[in-house]
């Protein structure tokens, strides 16, 4: 019912459409076999002689032949597309729903197999519905049009040996699914666990090769794949089994089928010519009444791997988000944080305690203290990214009664480790921005970052130069001129910068720190930075001493201004 609910209207009517067009297939597919044996009966009988006298009834069974036979192809093109779409829609929809998750999240679940298992969810999503739409719903139709069929022209009992031919079936891909569920689970598990270790070494690619660490890693898949292949044959040896069963038990029905037909028909019961519409038809039946096993299995073995998309969509989204309607706009002005206490993602561990400060518009202000006092995780909590109690205003107004939208375009954030997407450098510029600046604007930027002339080295087309995913073509001081080049293009009321230049050499940072300071100027917009560097520190003037006290228990900041 939930899949049900992720559906847009358009891809409910396209559903309703597909059964539409099952229902009026399924009914032709059970009209030819009556057609035809219809013909023979005709021609058995003298009614049909010659290719004048049969041709109209010829034709009626050619059309419906086709015409089935159409409609059938067009249901499952159909489908496929309806299946295409709303896996895209789940997949926008689930992506979106892990951007709004809590920040524990991130440090919990994230891993290489968490993403494989949501990735595969969300195709089993679609696979659902192709199993729903291109088996449940024709199976459904035929059998019902089949049995009436035979109904309307051969004894009730036929009918019922076909009914019963179409109970045993499902009860024993019933019980196939359900032997089978454990180590289709298992398989689901471990080729998730597969998809995590490889992401894994492919993002430790750099200590693999400077360790020789090849072999070392090709022996850690070696167990997975190994498991996952002796499962998998398992799997197969109970399916081949039940599938022999099966066989037996299609042959048994159509042995007895005859038997049946001819005992009526020499009972004078039953016309000669409906034994072919019998037998014909049961052929018909028998097609989707196999895949009985193929679509329970499908439904089963996606359902185990929609559990894990089912999960996620049920998880609590961050509180800071509840504020997404907030009218609220912050003004420009000081940012007073008082009594800050800063706690643990998801937890009540406090890594920041009893924090006070006040960062004034137009100072440059810097948190500084030793490793682990919290600076970072202050610059956190005021972008509410970490869970917080105390007041944290700008301009007099709390930061918890505004939109993260807001507070985002108020705050521009430079975090410690810059985020890159894999695209060209123009790709990474604009990474977040509304309004897309022209070329100029985003060259003046890494003028500013001193990153251009490098860039300029390696091609005129600066801008058009490729980044690999998190930059890894780029040394760590050019991906952090790169990452300042982004301040250069916003507007917001302050820069938080989070130790932003501690790759880059002294002389080079004290120029781009300049060029910060000017720039933040000319748009009225404060700077809150976190340093360790003495010549960022220089160039602020006032720092806020943010101390840990007792390094094994609470952390306890305070207040400090130092006159540069």
Not at 217 to 236: F, G, Q, S
């Amino acid at each position: 019912m939930k899949l049900i609910k992720w559906m847009s209207k358009k891809t409910i009517l396209g559903c309703l459409g597909v059964m539409v067009a099952a229902l009026l297939g399924s009914y032709l597919s059970s009209l030819w076999p009556v057609r035809l044996s219809s013909i023979y009966s005709s021609i058995s009988d003298g009614a049909i002689f010659d290719i004048t006298s049969g041709l109209l009834a010829i034709v009626g069974f050619a059309v419906a032949f086709i015409a089935a036979e159409i409609i059938s192809t067009y249901r499952r093109i159909t489908v496929e597309k309806i299946a295409a779409s709303f896996e895209k829609e789940v997949r926008d929809m689930s992506f979106n729903k892990m951007l709004r998750l809590p920040a524990k999240f991130y440090s919990d679940e994230t891993s290489g197999e968490y993403t494989a298992k949501i990735n595969q969810a969300v195709g089993g999503v679609s696979h659902i519905l192709k199993a729903v739409c291109n088996n449940v719903i024709p199976v459904v139709f035929i059998s019902a049009f089949t049995i009436w069929q035979i109904l309307s022209r051969a004894p009730k009992s036929i009918a019922l040996v076909l009914i019963s031919f179409i109970f045993f079936e499902t009860i024993a891909s019933y019980y196939q699914i359900k032997v089978q569920n454990g180590a289709r689970e298992k398989i689901v598990h471990k080729r998730a666990a597969l998809d995590g270790t490889i992401c894994q070494a492919i993002q430790n690619i750099e200590m693999i090769r400077v360790t020789a660490a090849n072999k070392y890693e090709n022996n850690r898949l070696k167990p997975i794949t190994e498991d996952i292949k002796n499962t998998e044959c398992r799997h197969h040896k109970i399916n081949g089994l039940f599938d022999g069963i099966k066989q037996l038990l299609k042959v048994t029905y159509i042995v007895s089928l005859l038997l049946i037909s001819l005992h009526y028909v020499s009972m004078g019961r039953m016309e000669g010519a409906m034994v072919i519409s019998v037998i014909l038809l049961f052929q018909q039946l028998m097609g989707p009444v196999d895949q009985v096993h193929a679509f329970i299995d499908e439904i089963a073995s996606n359902a185990i791997k929609v559990k894990d998309l089912l999960l996620l969509m049920d998880m609590p989204e961050d509180e800071i988000f509840q504020f997404d309607n907030a009218k609220m706009e912050i003004e420009t002005g000081d940012i007073t944080v008082t009594n800050l206490n800063v706690f643990a993602p998801g937890t009540n561990k406090k890594i920041v305690n009893n924090c006070s400060f006040v960062a004034k518009k137009d100072d440059v202000t810097a948190l500084i203290g030793p490793t682990g006092a919290g600076k970072s995780s202050v610059l956190k909590a005021i972008m509410r990214y970490f869970g917080s109690e105390g007041d944290i205003c700008i301009a007099g107004s709390s930061v918890r009664e505004c939109s993260q939208e807001h507070l985002c375009k108020s705050i521009y954030n430079m975090v410690q480790q810059p985020v890159f997407i894999a695209g060209n450098v123009r790709d990474n510029l604009i990474y977040g921005l509304e309004e897309i600046p022209s070329d100029e604007q985003l060259l003046t930027a890494l003028k500013n970052a001193l990153i251009y002339d490098e860039l300029f080295e390696k091609t005129v087309d600066v801008l058009s130069i490729e980044i690999s995913e998190n930059a890894s073509n780029f040394s760590g001081g050019q991906r952090q001129r790169i990452a300042l080049a982004r301040a250069f293009l916003r507007t917001p009321q302050w820069f938080f910068l989070d130790e932003c230049t501690a790759n880059i050499d002294n002389s080079t940072t004290e120029i781009i720190i300049d060029n910060l300071v000017e720039y933040a100027r000319r748009i009225n917009a404060g700077i809150l930075l976190v340093s360790h560097q003495d010549v960022v520190i220089a160039k602020c003037n006032k720092s806020i001493n943010i101390v840990n006290k007792e390094r094994k228990k609470d952390l306890v900041s305070f207040p400090h201004e130092d006159i540069n």
